[in-house]
């Protein structure tokens, strides 16, 4: 569907740990250009922008010599924040949107609820430790700042996998499909039987 008006958002967040620099287009083609200095991250943050067919650019300098969490987290809050002021008012979204996604051996549900109320249920069951230069518990947090962010619902389960980048993989991947069709646009009547959402 085609929006009436252009959904994108740019943003800027710097604090004394970070300096995050961010544009977001929901109704693009899922190119992406990610510089975050944890090439984990990275990938996941790729993996995310293409099968959600977003455009996002977004170079972060983060205090990671010190630790991954300011990064990942204000990544995650800068996404969450770029995402709510690309929507608008929500007026015309599908607003719902789940997704069944494998990696290999690895499977995720992901559901989303663009409601307005924010609200994270994360279990990716990771194991390791690290994956690459991230914390994996960094990962769960990803998705929690996300949805706060967003002011979205977000359920994600890794209901199987023996490895954890695949876990991972398959969790960005399942947020990527479930957005894409909650963002999508079908009218332009508010997607509440309220008549407000939040």
Not at 153 to 161: C, D, N, P, S, W
Not at 171 to 198: E, H, I, M, W
Request: with cysteine; hydrophobic share 45%; aromatic share 4%.
């Amino acid at each position: 569907m085609n929006p009436t008006h252009e959904r994108v958002a740019a943003i800027r967040r710097e604090t004394k740990e970070t300096r995050i620099r961010l544009r977001l287009d929901l109704d693009g083609s899922g190119a992406s250009n990610i510089a975050t200095g944890l090439p984990f991250f990275d990938h996941m943050l790729t993996a995310l922008a293409m099968h959600a067919r977003f455009d996002l650019d977004l170079d972060a300098e983060g205090d990671v010599a010190v630790d991954d969490h300011h990064t990942i987290e204000d990544c995650a809050l800068a996404l969450g924040a770029a995402l709510d002021e690309a929507l608008g008012d929500r007026r015309g979204v599908t607003r719902f949107g789940s997704a069944y996604v494998p990696l290999d051996e690895a499977l995720t549900r992901a559901v989303v609820d663009l409601a307005g109320r924010p609200w994270p249920e994360i279990a990716l069951g990771l194991r390791r430790e690290m994956l690459g230069t991230c914390a994996t518990e960094n990962l769960t947090h990803f998705f929690q700042s996300l949805a706060i962010a967003a002011r979205m619902a977000l359920h994600v389960t890794t209901l199987a996998g023996a490895n954890d980048h695949h876990r991972a993989e398959s969790a960005f991947k399942a947020v990527a499909v479930a957005l894409r069709t909650a963002v999508r646009t079908d009218g332009a009547t508010l997607p509440s039987t309220k008549g407000v959402l939040a």
